[in-house]
């Protein structure tokens, strides 16, 4: 999991290295690709195609502009300077599995409330993530991690989108458990109460791989899905942004893998 998160980094980095304007996302997909496959390695998100989904999802990357959630497949779009540019990619080598995503801001001359945004979301997003990473070691269980993620979304004025969260992974690229990184606070007071108990339960244990990545927004949580059914965008219209790391976790920390 080591060589293939090493690869997976390099892979996004080559992503971003290319995301210029002008560019199409395809390109970036291809680019992308040939890094996994170049490095012997091969993309876990190509052809792959989880229970309830009529297709499989057709390209190596997951890459969502600006209001585009989490899945979007890489097409024609073409870059704008000033887009916010998620690119989220799985690694396989040997069986094992990792998983990662950042966001970035597609370089260029652009309207300054665009780019202020959108490296405000960035930051909040960043920080989301840091103060959940504080808090995992063994035994930590997951509702000290829901609560580190949403006190940090409430000081930055962001949204945590609760459909999405982190898992485990390993010899797959998604493994129980779901690991939240916000709960519905919408939903009754009987239910939020017993998602609590159960996630308060449930804990980490030192030598488990896991994934952690918070979705944030500047808007709510309401979605749209696409024709295509993977691709999902912020119902309003609103940035979003997702980062994701892969991690061992230790008797005391944890040691990042991708």
Known sequence: MRY????????????????????????IDKTIE?????????????????DGMPLPFPATACISPNE??????PGD????PGDLLTIDVGTEY??????????????????LDKITQGNRLIHATNEILEAQLSVVKDQCDFLSMIRATEEA???????????WGGHGIGERVHLEPFIPSALNRGQSKIKLQLEEKKYARQKL????TICIEPVVTFG?????????????????????????????????????LS
């Open 34 to 50: 040939s890094c996994i496959r170049g490095a012997g390695c091969i993309p876990a998100f190509k052809n792959y195609r989880p």
């Open 94 to 111: 040997e069986g094992w599995y990792v998983d990662a995503a950042r966001t970035r801001l597609v370089p260029g001359t652009a309207p």
């Open 4 to 27: 293939a998160g090493k690869v997976n980094l390099a892979a996004i980095e080559a992503g971003f290295a290319i995301a210029q304007p002008g560019i199409r996302l395809h390109m």
């Open 153 to 163: 979304a409430r000081f930055h004025g962001v949204t945590i989108m609760p459909q």
């Open 77 to 80: 779009y073409v870059l704008q």
């Open 205 to 208: 244990t030192e030598g488990q």
């Open 68 to 73: 585009v959630v989490v899945h979007g497949i």
């Open 220 to 256: 709510s949580s309401d979605i749209i899905v696409d024709e295509d059914r993977w691709t999902i965008r912020q119902a309003d219209g609103h940035l979003t942004a997702h980062t994701e790391r892969c991690l061992l976790v230790t008797k005391d920390g944890y040691e990042l």
